[in-house]
Each structure stands twice: as structure tokens, then as C-alpha cells.
């Protein structure tokens, strides 16, 4: 089983005080137990640090910190997809061709990733985008 996470789930995973941690911490132990693969995009690395950094969570989560949670709990449990340039391009041309505008490029980058990396099940909560931008992948895109 190959899951991939988006960056809504994994800092519910990681913030113990966030709305929707139990649900996201159920499905990330499950997806990192033994004989499962779990998926991140590179960009997503970076997307987990800025809004662990800028969000006002209490307590405040500090850049040190965030490197941390990123370092021990996510990096050792998951493998990280980068799409190549020729990719990006790909995937923001679609977006242009079918109007979408904003932040949407960024969900359509982890989707891109997700099939790069054949993922099984697809975890956000941002499920209305995300199904959205790739009806081929309805089924396997689901909310924790």
C-alpha cells in the first residue's frame, strides 16, 4: 500500500492541538507501520515548515522546532517525491489550460507527485480541490 500525505494532514498529524489531530495521527501511524509506503512531495517539505512557522498555534511553533518535527517524526517515515522540471511545467501548463488560478498550482503539484509515485490512497482535507483538479483519482483521494 503506497499513501501519499498532503500537507493539511501532516501538520494535523504533528500539532497535537489542531482540530483534526486525531483523525490525521490515526492515518499517519497506520500508513508508516511496516510494509506500507508513505509519500510526501519535496515541495511539501517546505510547505509543512512555512505553515508550521507562521500559523498561530499555541503554543508557537518555533523554526528550530519545526526543522525538528520535520527531521525525527515525518523525514524518517516517508519518502520524498520531486518532480523533475520538465513535470512542473507539465503540470502548471494544465493548470493553465483549464483556468485554474493561485494557490490550486500547489495541489496540483502534490497530485502530480502522487502519481509519480503510484500511490494507492491520497490523505487531505482539502478533498473538494483535490478532486476536483484530478477526477481520475476521486477514489483514491480521501480526508483522514
Known amino acids: 500500500m503506497k499513501v501519499y500525505f498532503d500537507t493539511s494532514v501532516l501538520v494535523a498529524a504533528v500539532v497535537a492541538g489542531h482540530g483534526h489531530h486525531g483523525a490525521a495521527w490515526r492515518v499517519w501511524e497506520r500508513a508508516t507501520e511496516r510494509g506500507r509506503e508513505a509519500f510526501i512531495s519535496a515541495h511539501g517539505m517546505a510547505e509543512v ?6 500559523t498561530p498555534f499555541t503554543p ?3 523554526p528550530n522546532e519545526a526543522w525538528r518535527i520535520l527531521e525525527e517524526t515525518v523525514l524518517p517515515s516517508v519518502k520524498v517525491i520531486a518532480l523533475t522540471p520538465n513535470e512542473y511545467r507539465k503540470t502548471m ?3 493553465a489550460e483549464q483556468g485554474w488560478t493561485g494557490g490550486v498550482v500547489y495541489d496540483a503539484l502534490h497530485l502530480q507527485c502522487a502519481r509519480k509515485a503510484s500511490c494507492n490512497r491520497i490523505y487531505t482535507f482539502n478533498l473538494r480541490d483535490f478532486q476536483l483538479l484530478a477526477p481520475d483519482l476521486k477514489d483514491k483521494i480521501s480526508a483522514p
Open 93 to 95: 501548463r494544465a493548470c
Open 60 to 62: 508557537r511553533v518555533y
Open 49 to 54: 515548515y512555512a505553515v508550521l512557522t507562521r
